[in-house]
């Protein structure tokens, strides 16, 4: 029997790094999430966007900006490409018109992908796709823990009217039963609000809310601990808002805040996640209209890779 082969990232002395077809790392599309561990995929969307729309494009940006990251984490050791199958299947055909119809596109592409036995890594996108994700995921795991980066709660009970946008998603994925609120943390949630509310719902639900001020001049390595003695042994999906960030690093997102976490932390946050029973994740609201040197979208696509070399089944070279 011949050795598994693994899809490796184009490397820059093959293609420059300026050439190529824009994949996730340059690494091999594929049609289908069939025989891949793990897959990267776009959701085009920001019809749930409340502020500064963009988001659509960010999948588009993060590929781009991605060229750069090469396969061996140098600081982790993390060798995902070593021990897992990974490809970029694209982007999910969202309804640009109908906010209603593309969650359920969206819910019945992540049904596909999960059914194959892989793991997403999803490049938003508006925070709105979570919601959907969560509910496929749902289906094949049960309700899942959470860690959750984000400037807001995205606990609101509606927006002009509406149950479902982008600052409603895990408000309706505790109703809903998607998620365990006491397997759940929220890092870096901070900026005015309408009322306590706002973070006080989830700390009622049994959330760990954790705001940005307890994070200043700190590393959150002690606070990621703590995490992975919450969320324990079972299921967990890490979702993060581009805006968790402070807008110093990441100012192409449709709602900044200040006073936000350090690029520093938010690496913390996702290498802090190693040991969890990772079954998913996301990065979400990039909007790169409004960070015309390409930062936010580097940022981000480096969060993903890191977001990769934590997930179960990868290799650490000694």
């Known amino acids: ?30 049609p289908a999430a069939d025989g891949l561990d793990v897959a990267f995929v776009g959701v ?10 963009g988001a659509r494009f960010g999948p588009r940006q993060i590929r781009t900006e991605s060229c750069l990251i090469r396969p061996y984490n140098m600081a982790t050791r993390a060798a995902p490409f070593d021990s897992l199958q990974v490809a970029d299947i694209g982007d999910v055909a969202i309804n640009t018109f109908n906010l209603e119809k ?30 959907p994700i969560l509910r496929a995921l749902r289906k094949q795991h049960g309700p899942v823990g959470i860690v959750h980066v984000d400037a807001h709660a995205d606990i609101n ?13 895990f408000r309706r994925a ?4 998607l ?18 509310d706002d973070f006080d719902w989830p700390r009622e639900q049994g959330v760990r809310v954790v705001q940005a001020e307890e994070c200043w001049y700190q590393s959150l390595k002690p606070l990621m601990a703590e995490v992975r003695e919450q969320l324990g042994a079972g299921p967990v999906y890490l979702t993060f808002d581009i805006d968790g ?74």
């Open 44 to 53: 085009p969307f920001d019809i749930g966007t409340s502020n500064r729309a």
């Open 245 to 318: 960030l402070d807008p110093a690093y990441a100012p192409g997102t449709g709602t900044p805040e200040i006073g936000g976490l350090t690029v520093h932390q938010g690496l913390e946050i996702v290498r802090g996640c190693r040991g969890l029973d990772l079954v998913g994740g996301d990065l979400v609201e990039v909007a790169p209209a409004y960070d015309t040197s390409g930062n936010t979208a580097l940022v981000a696509a480096n969060l993903l890779f890191e977001m990769l070399c934590v997930f179960p089944g990868v290799q650490y070279r000694a």
């Open 174 to 177: 505790i109703e809903e039963g």
């Open 1 to 30: 029997m011949s050795e598994k082969k693994f899809n490796q990232p184009l490397g820059g002395n093959e293609m420059p790094r300026f050439g190529g077809i824009a994949t996730m790392m340059r690494l091999p599309h594929s």
């Open 157 to 169: 009970d509606h927006m002009f009217g509406e149950r479902i946008a982008h600052g409603t998603p």
């Open 102 to 131: 593309s969650v359920a596109i969206i819910e019945q592409a992540y049904n596909e992908i999960l059914e194959q036995g892989c793991k997403p890594l999803t490049m938003g996108g508006d925070h709105t796709i979570s919601l």
């Open 179 to 196: 998620i365990e609120p006491t397997r759940m943390v929220q890092i870096g949630l901070r900026a005015s609000g309408y009322e306590a």
